[in-house]
Structure formats: structure tokens, C-alpha cells
């Protein structure tokens, strides 16, 4: 295991208070409609509406002065690229897929990012971008340990609520339940992790089950945030540790969970946020008192559904 419990409880020291501490707690509304005890984390209270300010500030705060982040996102992972950047005196270079949400690629410009729409791989096209100078340093969420790190923090604020049976995360690259589940696992070791994707982007879910990754040719826009193509192997290994299982969702089940999420949180969370709230509603997982994280709330307004 190359993620450290000792980072995470530094990273819960270094990274910007603004993203630390998030609300957590049970909602009754919620519970009526769930039928179960939930508790809810909302990652969305902060300047990016989402999780990654956490990962993205911790890496940045090992990085030299002059240095120039790079990375390749669908969205969200790009502003927090680009507010980490800017906190730090550092520069950042987003790359982005040409079919960009327009709402993140104007949060990410806003930032202070050089922003480069491309065709193809943006991955692929960041990386190169990269190569190409010794100040810049391609960042890849999944793939740096500090990413994760910086993610298992709301691990160590969930634990801090008491005794949890089982978490239930959204998957995209892996890094914000490879965080959660170390920390979780190491302080309550029967807890029971659960991974979520959607039925239109399975290759995080296909390559936990393989044990390796597993590209696929088309992924779901829908849920941008958690719909990648080809999981990075460090983020395979990682999870095949350390969750316990993976289930998949609908788009349909998403837009449920949106409403859910809207009428009973107040808070709209995008279609990839509340993906463990829709496996809440649509899977029977154990569990007497579940957690769940609303990991981002960067959605089209008027809401797509």
C-alpha cells in the first residue's frame, strides 16, 4: 500500500481550512425516504462545489515555488488543479475534452488556469504538454498518492461521528475511496466499503472485478464525474485492497437521487455527487448506520432531469 495514514493526518493539518470539516450528519427527511440511518457528508460547501479542492491542495503544497501544475480532467479535478495553483503561487494548465460542461470550464477559467480544449485524450495530451519542460508537473488524480491522501481527510472526519457499518462512495478514479477506506479501515476495521459507478461507464467497476485495467470505448457524459475510460493501475491495486464492493446505478437512478437530494438536503448535488445516494435507494446494502458523501454540486442549471 503506497497511501500513508501518517500523510492523511498531515494532510488534515496543511490543506486550505476552507475545504476541511465539511457538515455530517443524519437528516430525518433523508432517513424517512431511505428507510435506513444515513450519514450524509456535504462536500459542496466550499469554492469548488466538490471534494477535490482536498487532493488537489495537498499535492500542491510539496511542489516548488515556479512550478507549473498540468493536468488533463473533465472537470472538476480542474479547479481544484487550478485554485491550488493559485493559493500556492504556483501556474496551472487545465486540459479539458472539447465536450467540456460549460459550467466547469467556466469555474476553472475563473480560477486562474490556462485552460486547452482538445479532441481525443486529454490525459494523453496534458501529459505530453508536461514532458515538455522540468517545471511542469503532470498531475494525475488517481494515479499520486497525495491525491488521495488529501481525499482520506473526510475519512478521518467520518470517523470522527462514531461507529459506521458501511460507507458507500462514488468511484471515478479512485482516489476519494482509497483515502476514505484506509483511514476507516485502519480505525474500525469491520466497516464495509462500497464503491459506486454508473451502468454507462463500468471500467472502474470492470477493472476492480478484473484486477486490472480495463478500457472502454464510450462513457457516460451524464456523470461526468465518475465516467472514465481507463482507470489508472495504481488506483486498481489500491482499491482491491481496500473496498469490499462495487455496485452500479442507472442515469435515471441519478436524476432520483438529485431530486432526493434537493428536497430533502437542500442541496442540488451533480448527477456524479449523488451516486451513493442513488445506491442507497436502488441496492440493498448492509449496514445499521451507513455514511455517504454529496461529493460535488457543479450541475446544469435547470437541473438535468
Same mark, same amino acid.
Given at each position: 500500500m503506497d497511501l500513508k495514514l501518517d500523510n492523511i493526518?498531515?494532510?488534515?493539518?496543511?490543506?486550505?481550512?476552507?475545504?476541511?470539516?465539511?457538515?455530517?450528519?443524519?437528516?430525518?427527511? %433523508?432517513?424517512?425516504?431511505? $428507510? &435506513?440511518?444515513?450519514?450524509?457528508?456535504?462536500?459542496? +460547501?466550499? #469554492? %469548488?462545489?466538490?471534494?477535490? $479542492? &482536498?487532493?488537489?491542495?495537498?499535492?500542491?503544497?510539496? +511542489?516548488? #515555488?515556479?512550478?507549473?501544475?498540468v493536468c488533463g480532467t473533465s472537470g472538476n479535478f480542474g479547479q481544484a488543479v487550478a485554485y491550488a495553483a493559485r493559493k500556492r503561487g504556483l501556474r496551472a494548465e487545465v486540459f479539458v475534452p472539447a465536450d467540456v460542461s460549460p459550467v466547469k470550464l467556466r469555474r476553472i477559467k475563473t480560477l486562474g488556469a490556462r485552460v486547452?480544449?482538445?479532441?481525443?485524450e486529454v490525459k494523453v495530451a496534458a501529459a505530453a504538454f508536461a514532458a515538455e519542460a522540468p517545471d511542469r508537473v503532470f498531475v494525475v488524480d488517481?494515479?499520486?498518492?497525495?491525491?488521495?491522501?488529501?481525499?482520506?481527510?473526510?475519512?478521518?472526519e467520518l470517523a470522527a461521528a462514531g461507529a459506521i457499518d458501511t460507507v458507500v462512495l462514488p468511484v471515478g478514479d479512485?482516489?476519494?475511496?482509497?483515502?476514505?477506506?484506509?483511514?476507516?479501515?485502519?480505525h474500525t476495521p469491520d466497516v464495509r466499503v462500497v464503491g459506486v459507478g454508473t451502468t454507462s461507464a463500468r471500467a472502474m467497476a470492470t477493472s476492480?472485478?478484473?484486477g486490472e485495467p480495463v478500457t472502454v470505448d464510450r462513457v457516460n457524459s451524464f456523470a461526468g464525474?465518475?465516467?472514465?475510460?481507463?482507470?489508472?493501475?495504481?488506483?486498481?491495486?489500491r482499491l482491491r485492497s481496500l473496498v469490499d464492493d462495487f455496485v452500479l446505478v442507472e442515469?435515471?437512478?441519478?436524476?432520483?437521487?438529485?431530486?432526493?437530494?434537493?428536497?430533502?438536503?437542500?442541496?442540488l448535488p451533480e448527477p456524479a455527487g449523488a451516486a451513493g445516494l442513488a445506491a442507497l435507494t436502488v441496492h440493498d446494502l448492509p449496514g445499521d448506520r451507513v455514511a455517504t458523501v454529496v461529493t460535488g454540486a457543479n450541475a446544469v442549471w435547470p437541473p438535468e432531469w
Open positions: 493526518a498531515e494532510a488534515a493539518k496543511v490543506i486550505d481550512p476552507v475545504f476541511l470539516n465539511s457538515p455530517q450528519y443524519g437528516d430525518e427527511q %433523508l432517513n424517512a425516504r431511505l $428507510g &435506513r440511518n444515513v450519514l450524509v457528508k456535504i462536500e459542496t +460547501l466550499n #469554492p %469548488l462545489r466538490s471534494f477535490k $479542492g &482536498r487532493g488537489a491542495d495537498y499535492f500542491a503544497a510539496g +511542489l516548488e #515555488p515556479g512550478t507549473t501544475m486547452r480544449r482538445v479532441e481525443g488517481g494515479r499520486d498518492p497525495a491525491i488521495s491522501e488529501g481525499a482520506g481527510t473526510i475519512g478521518l479512485g482516489a476519494l475511496i482509497a483515502g476514505v477506506a484506509l483511514w476507516l479501515k485502519a476492480w472485478r478484473a464525474g465518475i465516467s472514465i475510460r481507463t482507470p489508472e493501475p495504481e488506483s486498481i491495486r442515469d435515471d437512478d441519478l436524476r432520483a437521487a438529485m431530486r432526493l437530494g434537493a428536497e430533502t438536503l437542500g442541496v
